[in-house]
């Protein structure tokens, strides 16, 4: 992928957290003319020594209204890009397309009572910048999060998600949210043990949320491995729920993180 200039901005690096040797937030400041939806993605590039740019796209997990631009990314193992992210300190320079981009959004579903967000690692990213936005709060009675990890070691962002319900502005909608965190290869206090899709098929998921995955009522969003997704999906289907569409609204709306 190239960018003309006119199409990207220059941001400096305000903030680079590791969490694991193959985890880490980073910060970035953000251009003031940079808009985006709750949900969407940037493609940020990095300028390597003999100066070309690798590109990648990488969800907001900032809210629309922050000042600021945070992303959360996996080191890919002698991956280009994340090889020569993972090298960036405080004060870099990384490069913003001007546009944003995805559709894995609230406006995917014209109706819907219940609200559950599936995850699988860093395809936790847009779910924590759609619950810091406001919409979603006043447009669903119940909002699942559900971020599955292979170790708990890898669970991010625990105390975002934590503190959102003491917002201010979140303070009469606090009991709409419930948090499920799901490990797969070890038993965690507090959190559910197995991949997804087995916990949908054995019903586990359903009965940690006290209510049902329907066609009728709930919207589900994907984001994360592409097996999951795939798999989920056949799994919704069964249902009754199909992918939303802008011609044929649906119940499922999916961004693919690889």
């Known amino acids: 992928m190239t960018a003309s200039a006119e199409k990207f901005t220059q941001?400096?690096?305000?903030?680079?957290?590791?969490?694991?040797?193959?985890?880490?937030?980073?910060?970035?400041?953000?251009?003031?003319g940079f808009r985006?939806?709750?949900?969407?993605?940037?493609r940020l590039g990095v300028t390597r020594e003999d100066g070309s740019t690798?590109?990648?796209?990488?969800?907001?997990?900032?809210?629309?209204?922050?000042?600021?631009?945070?992303?959360?990314?996996?080191?890919?193992?002698?991956?280009?890009?994340t090889s020569e992210l993972s090298r960036l300190k405080v004060d870099d320079t990384l490069l913003v397309e001007r546009q944003a981009f995805g559709y894995l959004t609230l406006d995917r579903f014209v109706d819907g009572r219940d609200l559950w967000l599936l995850s699988t690692g860093t395809g936790v990213a847009p779910f924590l910048s759609i619950l810091q936005d406001f919409e979603v709060w006043e447009k669903f009675e119940r909002i699942v999060l559900v971020y599955s990890v292979r170790e708990a070691r890898e669970?991010?962002?625990?105390?975002?998600?934590?503190?959102?319900?003491?917002?201010?502005?979140?303070a009469e909608h606090a009991h709409?949210?419930?948090?499920?965190?799901?490990?797969?290869?070890?038993?965690?206090?507090?959190?559910?043990?197995?991949?997804?899709?087995?916990?949908?098929?054995?019903?586990?998921?359903e009965r940690t949320a006290g209510l049902q995955l329907t066609a009728a009522h709930s919207r589900v969003m994907l984001c994360g491995?592409?097996?999951?997704?795939?798999?989920?999906?056949?799994?919704?289907?069964?249902?009754?729920?199909n992918l939303s569409?802008?011609?044929?609204?649906?119940?499922?709306?999916?961004?693919?993180?690889?």
């Open 54 to 81: 690798v590109w990648r796209a990488y969800s907001m997990v900032s809210s629309p209204f922050d000042e600021f631009l945070e992303f959360f990314s996996i080191v890919v193992p002698g991956g280009e890009f």
């Open 36 to 42: 985006f939806r709750a949900g969407q993605f940037a």
């Open 11 to 32: 941001q400096t690096l305000l903030d680079v957290q590791p969490l694991t040797e193959s985890l880490f937030t980073l910060r970035t400041t953000r251009d003031p």
């Open 176 to 205: 709409k949210l419930q948090f499920i965190p799901t490990v797969t290869r070890e038993l965690h206090p507090g959190a559910l043990n197995g991949r997804i899709t087995t916990l949908l098929e054995n019903g586990e998921l």
């Open 225 to 241: 491995n592409p097996q999951m997704i795939d798999d989920t999906r056949a799994l919704l289907k069964q249902r009754g729920m």
């Open 245 to 258: 569409l802008s011609r044929r609204p649906g119940q499922v709306a999916v961004e693919n993180y690889w």
């Open 155 to 170: 669970l991010a962002y625990l105390q975002l998600i934590a503190e959102l319900t003491q917002r201010d502005y979140l």
